[in-house]
Protein backbone atom coordinates (compact mmCIF):
# COMPACT_ATOMS: atom_id res chain seq x y z
CA UNK A 1 0.00 0.00 0.00
CA UNK A 2 1.41 3.11 -1.22
CA UNK A 3 1.12 5.95 1.77
CA UNK A 4 3.75 8.30 0.12
CA UNK A 5 1.11 10.93 -0.21
CA UNK A 6 0.71 11.17 2.93
CA UNK A 7 3.90 13.58 3.82
CA UNK A 8 2.39 16.16 1.13
CA UNK A 9 -0.64 16.01 3.26
CA UNK A 10 -1.86 19.56 4.32
CA UNK A 11 -2.34 17.73 7.95
CA UNK A 12 1.00 16.42 7.67
CA UNK A 13 2.47 19.06 10.64
CA UNK A 14 -0.72 19.55 12.32
CA UNK A 15 -1.27 17.39 15.57
CA UNK A 16 -3.49 14.15 14.69
CA UNK A 17 -6.06 15.14 17.06
CA UNK A 18 -7.59 18.14 14.62
CA UNK A 19 -8.52 15.45 12.75
CA UNK A 20 -10.20 12.96 14.99
CA UNK A 21 -12.72 15.37 16.43
CA UNK A 22 -15.03 15.16 18.95
CA UNK A 23 -17.62 17.00 17.81
CA UNK A 24 -19.19 18.66 14.54
CA UNK A 25 -17.45 22.02 15.26
CA UNK A 26 -14.11 20.02 15.15
CA UNK A 27 -15.20 18.16 12.04
CA UNK A 28 -15.72 21.22 10.18
CA UNK A 29 -12.75 22.72 10.99
CA UNK A 30 -10.33 19.48 9.53
CA UNK A 31 -12.94 19.38 6.54
CA UNK A 32 -11.83 22.98 6.25
CA UNK A 33 -7.54 22.08 6.24
CA UNK A 34 -8.30 18.70 3.85
CA UNK A 35 -10.47 21.27 1.13
CA UNK A 36 -7.32 22.71 0.03
CA UNK A 37 -4.75 19.46 0.72
CA UNK A 38 -3.24 18.34 -2.79
CA UNK A 39 -3.38 14.60 -1.57
CA UNK A 40 -7.04 14.74 -0.70
CA UNK A 41 -8.47 12.17 -3.45
CA UNK A 42 -5.91 9.36 -2.38
CA UNK A 43 -6.35 9.99 1.05
CA UNK A 44 -10.46 9.74 1.06
CA UNK A 45 -9.14 6.12 -0.95
CA UNK A 46 -7.57 5.31 1.52
CA UNK A 47 -10.07 5.61 3.92
CA UNK A 48 -12.70 4.12 1.85
CA UNK A 49 -10.35 1.12 0.82
CA UNK A 50 -9.60 0.57 4.17
CA UNK A 51 -12.92 1.27 5.85
CA UNK A 52 -11.33 3.38 8.39
CA UNK A 53 -14.07 4.52 10.39
CA UNK A 54 -13.14 6.98 12.56
CA UNK A 55 -11.79 11.36 11.55
CA UNK A 56 -11.52 13.00 9.23
CA UNK A 57 -9.80 12.00 5.94
CA UNK A 58 -9.71 13.35 2.55
CA UNK A 59 -11.97 15.96 3.27
CA UNK A 60 -15.08 13.28 4.45
CA UNK A 61 -16.74 12.97 8.02
CA UNK A 62 -17.01 9.22 9.23
CA UNK A 63 -20.97 10.17 8.01
CA UNK A 64 -19.66 10.70 4.55
CA UNK A 65 -17.79 7.64 4.08
CA UNK A 66 -20.27 5.99 4.90
CA UNK A 67 -22.79 7.08 2.54
CA UNK A 68 -20.63 6.83 -0.12
CA UNK A 69 -19.46 3.17 0.59
CA UNK A 70 -22.94 2.39 0.18
CA UNK A 71 -23.45 4.56 -3.06
CA UNK A 72 -20.69 2.67 -4.24
CA UNK A 73 -22.01 -0.79 -2.84
CA UNK A 74 -25.49 0.39 -4.32
CA UNK A 75 -24.17 1.12 -7.90
CA UNK A 76 -21.63 -1.93 -7.90
CA UNK A 77 -24.91 -4.36 -7.54
CA UNK A 78 -26.79 -2.22 -9.94
CA UNK A 79 -23.66 -3.12 -12.49
CA UNK A 80 -24.11 -6.54 -12.00
CA UNK A 81 -27.30 -6.67 -12.56
CA UNK A 82 -27.04 -5.16 -16.06
S1 LIG B 1 -7.20 15.37 2.84
FE1 LIG B 1 -7.16 16.07 4.96
S2 LIG B 1 -6.73 14.25 6.22
FE2 LIG B 1 -6.21 13.79 4.08
S3 LIG B 1 -4.02 14.21 3.87
FE3 LIG B 1 -5.13 16.05 3.27
S4 LIG B 1 -5.32 17.32 5.08
FE4 LIG B 1 -4.75 15.24 5.74
Known amino acids: MDTNWMAQGNCAEK???VFF????VGVEAAK???ATC???AACLEHA???RIDHGVWGGTSERQR???LKSRRLDAQAAARV
Open 32 to 34: RIC
Open 38 to 40: PVQ
Open 66 to 68: RRL
Open 48 to 50: LVN
Open 15 to 17: PPE
Open 21 to 24: PSDG
